[in-house]
């Protein structure tokens, strides 16, 4: 399922990653719950991979994170996961807007 929009999540352009985070979610909502963590594992791939530009899987990646987490689809258990790999990209890509995306994941449903 994630490999349909990892083509979107990896663009260029943000506008494009951003459209194939929420498809990433909104498709993520529709199945089990316990199928959700296996999209997480499919989404944290995408942190090694390399995009349209340098930054644009990792950027991608936080998208669709940030958009799972919004759903609830983020399971508590992967967090000692993603935290320290959202922190790293934060400190490696500071113009994309990330600090805005570490708010939704962590600001959401707190």
Known sequence: ???G???STLHPKP???WSGAKGIGRMTGRL???FADEVVAAVLEMFG???GDDDSACHGACLSLAELARRGLLLPSRLPQVVPL???VRIKIKGLGLIVILVRIFG???
Do not use: A, E
């Open 1 to 3: 399922m994630v490999t």
């Open 5 to 7: 929009f990892k083509p």
């Open 15 to 17: 506008l494009s990653r």
């Open 32 to 34: 089990p719950r316990h």
């Open 49 to 51: 991979m390399q995009g």
């Open 86 to 88: 959202i922190i790293t």
């Open 108 to 110: 959401s449903r707190v």
